[in-house]
């Protein structure tokens, strides 16, 4: 949300938020998150209730994680193409239906196998177009001078699903043991079900949410040519239509794109458009390093302390995950604001890149720093020393994923703009399915002991590190006009 122009001293006034919108897309997303984060802190345990030895846990987990993204790598797409033909509000209310019955789905499995747990995963992914849709809806319900803060908020609510999801899942997995008004045969019998029926609820509140109070946003006939704005000889398939057209023109327009071929969707040209693969492949990146910490961080923490890992409980690893997701929640949008203004976009994502990589680099040392000063590893300085890293990191993390954000709204017109979400998700789907058996496999290996240092316990958090690197290295390639929307002056 720069608050001047490039080159010139114009103060541009912020536009104010549309805030029902933006609050109903916080909670769909939000609902979203919870989905994906609630079964962290118990996976670890839940697969070996279902018999998988410690050396396995790790892939274990990584199949059931992985599925979720191997579903998005299927469909996300087809929901991007989707939403650019039928329209935004009938796809995210579909995906998030979906979602609750795919949720109940996996709540019945965890008490099953992991293959069904698997299974489960897998279709609500599949399933889920909301999250590349709803970053659509956003770009169209701002503009350049408000899009960044809406960004900003909308990736709040991940934070906010790390808060709530991990929290639920931490405690309230095996709730009949721990709660005794929570003792119920049904409850005693699926010890990992109840927190995620409680976040099925969640997403059939925001279904009832989005039905009421998101219209639809897409609209073909004031489609501006991007090929006059912005000299992208390749993009011939979108007609000419300036904003002195006829109406009757504008329809005309209108009406050959939607009958285009479901299958082209204009794949080559935002695939042949140098900015648009660097924004695509940045998404991708920023996905392997996030899944693989995050996936990694609760598996670490759960491990006994005699292999290396922090030895922590269900409830432990949810109050951790609630301290650093509060931490972003506060402090990312302001935050942003704040540097957005001095810095621009572009040199804000190598910044907080930078940073996101030395907390990952820092985070697996911090126990052996507070061993050397004589504290133990699971003692109030170390365990201290240890959020402030993470929360930190997570921070900056998503600083980096609110500009990419930013980047593929501005990369392309209103027509093509769910297309480009999609695809944006499905490169990072395909990585996001095999990252956390790559680096549930890593893990098991380096857990074994024997290892020295980058090569022990720390290695899939250095992979972590040196993936965000790569980010703020491939940044460099996109041109300070990004930081304005498509067609903008």
Same mark, same amino acid.
Request: aromatic fraction near 16%.
């Given at each position: 949300m720069r608050t001047e122009k490039r080159g010139g001293s114009t103060p541009l006034k912020q536009t104010p938020l549309p805030k029902a919108k933006i609050a109903t897309i916080f909670i769909l997303l939000f609902s979203n998150a919870a989905v994906s984060t609630a079964p962290f802190p118990f996976l670890p345990f839940m697969v070996a209730d279902m018999g998988v030895s410690l050396e396995e846990t790790g892939t274990a987990v990584g199949l059931i994680a992985g599925g979720r993204f191997a579903g998005n790598l299927l469909c996300s797409w087809l929901w991007g193409i989707a939403a650019d033909r039928w329209g935004r509000r009938p796809c995210i209310l579909i995906s998030v239906f979906s979602q609750c019955v795919c949720t109940v789905f996996f709540a019945y499995s965890t008490s099953q196998s992991v293959a069904m747990a698997t299974a489960a995963r897998t279709l609500g992914g599949a399933l889920n177009g909301a999250v590349p849709i709803s970053k659509t809806y956003v770009g169209e319900i701002t503009d350049s001078t408000n899009q960044g803060l809406a960004m900003t908020l909308i990736t709040a609510s991940w934070g906010a699903g790390l808060v709530l999801g991990p929290a639920l899942g931490g405690? #309230?997995?095996?709730?009949?043991?721990?709660?005794?008004? *929570?003792?119920?045969? &049904?409850?005693?019998?699926?010890?990992?079900? #109840?927190?995620?029926?409680?976040?099925?609820?969640?997403? *059939?509140?925001?279904? &009832?949410?989005?039905?009421?109070?998101?219209p639809e946003t897409l609209d073909r006939s004031k489609i501006v040519d991007a090929q006059a704005l912005r000299g992208d000889e390749d993009e011939g398939q979108l007609a000419k239509v300036s904003t002195g057209d006829s109406a009757g023109s504008r329809r005309d327009t209108a009406a050959a794109a939607l009958h285009a071929p479901l299958c082209t969707a204009w794949l080559p040209p935002l695939l042949r458009d140098p900015t648009r693969y660097t924004i695509v492949l940045l998404y991708a990146v920023l996905s392997i390093q996030g899944i693989g910490f995050d996936e990694m961080y609760n598996v670490w923490l759960a491990a006994p302390l005699e292999a290396g890992g922090m030895g922590y409980s269900t409830d432990d690893i949810g109050t951790t995950l609630v301290i650093y997701g509060v931490s972003q929640i506060c402090i990312t949008a302001p935050l942003f604001q704040l540097l957005e203004k001095r810095l621009g976009m572009v040199l804000l994502f190598q910044c907080s890149a930078v940073v996101t990589a030395g907390c990952y680099f820092f985070f697996p040392l911090v126990p052996r720093v507070t061993g050397y000063l004589g504290y133990a590893p699971r003692s109030a300085v170390t365990w201290t020393l240890m959020v402030l890293t993470v929360s930190i990191a997570r921070i900056s993390n998503g600083i980096t994923f609110v500009i990419q954000a930013v980047f593929t709204n501005n990369s392309v017109d209103q027509l093509r703009r769910g297309a480009m979400n999609g695809l944006s998700m499905t490169l990072a789907a395909s990585v996001r399915s095999v990252t956390p058996l790559i680096f549930g496999w890593t893990f098991g290996v380096t857990l074994s002991g024997g290892h020295i240092w980058p090569f022990d316990i720390s290695l899939v958090f250095t992979l972590s590190a040196v993936f965000m690197l790569h980010a703020a290295h491939v940044s460099s390639g996109i041109p300070l006009s990004i930081e304005t929307q498509y067609g903008s002056d």
């Open positions: 405690f #309230l997995s095996s709730a009949a043991t721990k709660y005794p008004f *929570l003792d119920y045969p &049904i409850i005693r019998a699926n010890p990992y079900a #109840l927190p995620m029926v409680v976040v099925a609820t969640i997403c *059939l509140v925001a279904a &009832i949410l989005g039905w009421v109070f998101l």
